[in-house]
């Protein structure tokens, strides 16, 4: 049974440009749910879907920062005119519950902007 | 403003030895605290969890420890292994209906042999 895969592993882009990122939830897992992880701000909860319909984005930066989820296969976090200070891993997790009750996370993009 | 705080930020313990971690949170509405343990490279990954109506949840040599008058809770690891050495974050959800987590800043375990 896979996890939740998250794609690219590794992500350098410059200063500006449009940065998206994957995830695959685990099969039969109704809630996704991103998470910003930083050695200054710890992790930080951004945005999570219910069923794929988006339910809480209060942790999401307003401007610059979108999530989807188009099918309960895969979500996307997309950053446009990325900047340094994006720079951190993004964790996705899923929960088979809608109560979100037992996070499943995934290993992490590691987003460095340059 | 960090509604679930940590304590220590790190700590070594030797094999053997019981780690005792710290957590506290502010919002009375928090009813759900799981712990999460994180190795590098690696997402976290749920180790145990309580809720506010309990007052101790135990799981092999994991326990925690919850005072819901003073808004703190502990994790204990007995004979704490060298294979524990990783970052345990402490985590807290509001009864309010959002399902997501607040974390704290975490704590990092070095358990030497």
């Known amino acids: 049974n896979a996890g939740v895969i998250q794609t690219p592993r590794h992500k350098v882009t410059g200063k500006g440009q449009e940065a998206t990122l994957w995830c695959e939830p685990i099969?039969?897992?109704?809630?996704v749910f991103w998470y910003r992880q930083t050695i200054v701000q710890g992790l930080e909860f951004l945005t999570y879907f219910r069923n794929q319909a988006p339910i809480d984005d209060s942790g999401m930066p307003k401007e610059r920062f979108s999530a989807q989820m188009p099918n309960q296969s895969h979500s996307t976090l997309k950053i446009q005119s990325t900047q340094p200070q994006d720079s951190a891993v993004y964790l996705c997790a899923s929960s088979r519950g809608v109560s979100g009750n037992t996070l499943y996370f995934g290993e992490g993009s590691r987003l460095i902007v340059v | 403003q960090q509604q679930v705080r940590q304590s220590p930020q790190s700590l070594t313990v030797w094999e053997g030895e019981t780690a005792i971690l710290n957590c506290s949170y502010e919002n009375s509405a928090f009813d759900y605290f799981p712990w999460y343990q994180q190795f590098p490279g690696e997402g976290p990954a749920l180790l145990i969890a309580i809720r506010s109506v309990s007052d101790k949840k135990e799981d092999g040599r994991f326990t925690i420890f919850f005072n819901k008058r003073e808004k703190k809770l502990s994790l204990h690891i007995t004979d704490s292994q060298p294979g524990d050495s990783a970052t345990y974050f402490c985590?807290?959800?509001?009864?309010?209906?959002?399902?997501?987590?607040?974390f704290g800043e975490g704590t990092k375990l070095t358990v030497s042999s």
């Open positions: 099969s039969g897992h109704s809630a």
């Open positions: 985590a807290a959800r509001d009864q309010g209906g959002s399902a997501k987590l607040i």
